[in-house]
Each structure stands twice: as structure tokens, then as C-alpha cells.
Antibody, heavy 119, light 107 residues
Framework: QVNLRESGPALVKPTQTLTLTCNFS??????????VSWVRQPPGKALEWLAL???????YYSTSLKTRLTISKDTSKDQVVLTMTNMDPVDTATYYC???????????WGQGTLVTVSS | DIQMTQSPSTLSASVGDRVSITCRAS??????LAWYQQKPGKAPRLLIY???RLQTGVPSRFSGSGSETEFTLTISSLQPDDFATYHC?????????FGQGTKVEIK
């Protein structure tokens, strides 16, 4: 079955770079149509799409955050990594990774990881 | 960027009610619209994709309709398990945007 799990630091300081890893199983990012995306949700607020990487290594970013984000994949490890630079307290949120099958909806999600930005 | 506006923000309803949630896009997105259900402390769950296609395993009381800029999620007979927050999401030109969410609460 399909599973995704996010990992990374629970606490980062302002100005630091956040690195999050999504480990997945049950599908391959070498398969045509498969993608992995990152989404975040500040406490009590709406979901915000961040970035997506597809099977062909094409990468797409939120317009408002694209200067701070980098997404990459390691298909040998079934991993997708997201880095976000220059973290700020407003970036405090639960960060999710999700599978996207042929751009048809985010059909499987990880449980999310809460990242707090504070000095 | 395409903006998504959901209404209402909160909806109070009783078990057995028929409820509808609307999502409006700031420009045409054809049928590239998905709906998600989210419960507190949990990840979102995909209900509907491509505006009207029911995700595998989702009860048939959920349905989606609409195209271009206006979309609706309908729950035909609200069940206790359906009290949650619902999010719409558009996909267009390699960019995805969520609405602000609609909380369905017990009346």
C-alpha cells in the first residue's frame, strides 16, 4: 500500500534553512504520471501548496515562495526533499508531503510534521 | 495566480441534511478542481477530483459539480462522520491553490 512519511526538525531558528524529507513506499517516482508535492498548514489556517516534482524531474513552485524553495528527488531511496531558506516565525506550520497521480488530486498524504520557527 | 474562494466559511447542519459548499475560481480552470475533507489533527483526504470524479472508497453521498469558475461539493445526507473541514483545490498551468476551507459543524 502507499505510504508517505515526513521527517525533519521540529524547531528551527529564524533565518535558518529548513530541510524536510518525505520517505515514501508503494509507488515509484520513476513511473510516468507520478508526482510528489509539499503542502503546509499554519495552525488554524488554510492549506498552502508549496512545490511539486514529477517523474520526469520537472519542478514547480508556489509563486510567492519560489525564491526560497528547492525540491528534489532521490528515486533510489524513494525520497523527496524540500528545502526552505530564510525561515521566519510566519513559516510555523504542519508540513505535509502528498502523492499526486497524473495531476489528478493529491491522493495519499503523510501524517504531517509540525515545524516551529522561534529563537 | 488563481485565487479560490470558498463559501460559506462555516456551515451548521444536522445529521441527514443535504449540504452544499461552493468554490469560485478567479479565472477559468476547466474541470481541474479537487475537494478534500480534513479532521482536526489529521491530513486531508481526497474526496473528489476533476470536479466530479469520486475517489475510490469515498461514499456516494459525496458529489461534485461545476466547471470553469464555479464548483459545488454536495453531501446528500450528512452523517456524523462528515463533520469536518472541507477544502477545494485548483490545478492550472502547473500551479495549485487551495481555498480557505469550510467548516461543517453540528447544528
Amino acid at each position: 500500500q502507499v505510504n508517505l512519511r515526513e521527517s525533519g526538525p521540529a524547531l528551527v531558528k529564524p533565518t535558518q534553512t529548513l530541510t524536510l524529507t518525505c520517505n515514501f513506499s508503494g509507488f515509484s517516482l520513476n513511473t510516468r504520471g507520478m508526482c510528489v508535492s509539499w503542502v503546509r498548514q499554519p495552525p488554524g489556517k488554510a492549506l498552502e501548496w508549496l512545490a511539486l516534482i514529477d517523474w520526469d524531474d520537472d519542478k514547480y513552485y508556489s509563486t510567492s515562495l519560489k525564491t526560497r524553495l528547492t525540491i528534489s528527488k532521490d528515486t533510489s531511496k524513494d525520497q523527496v526533499v524540500l528545502t526552505m531558506t530564510n525561515m521566519d516565525p510566519v513559516d510555523t506550520a504542519t508540513y505535509y508531503c502528498a502523492r499526486v497521480d497524473d495531476y489528478s488530486g493529491f491522493d495519499y498524504w503523510g501524517q504531517g510534521t509540525l515545524v516551529t520557527v522561534s529563537s | 495566480d488563481i485565487q479560490m474562494t470558498q463559501s460559506p466559511s462555516t456551515l451548521s447542519a444536522s445529521v441527514g441534511d443535504r449540504v452544499s459548499i461552493t468554490c469560485r475560481a478567479s479565472e477559468s480552470i476547466s474541470s481541474w478542481l479537487a475537494w478534500y475533507q480534513q479532521k482536526p489533527g489529521k491530513a486531508p483526504r481526497l474526496l473528489i477530483y476533476q470536479a466530479f470524479r469520486l475517489q475510490t472508497g469515498v461514499p456516494s453521498r459525496f458529489s461534485g459539480s461545476g466547471s470553469e469558475t464555479e464548483f459545488t461539493l454536495t453531501i446528500s445526507s450528512l452523517q456524523p462522520d462528515d463533520f469536518a473541514t472541507y477544502h477545494c483545490q485548483q490545478y492550472s498551468r502547473y500551479s495549485w491553490t487551495f481555498g480557505q476551507g469550510t467548516k461543517v459543524e453540528i447544528k
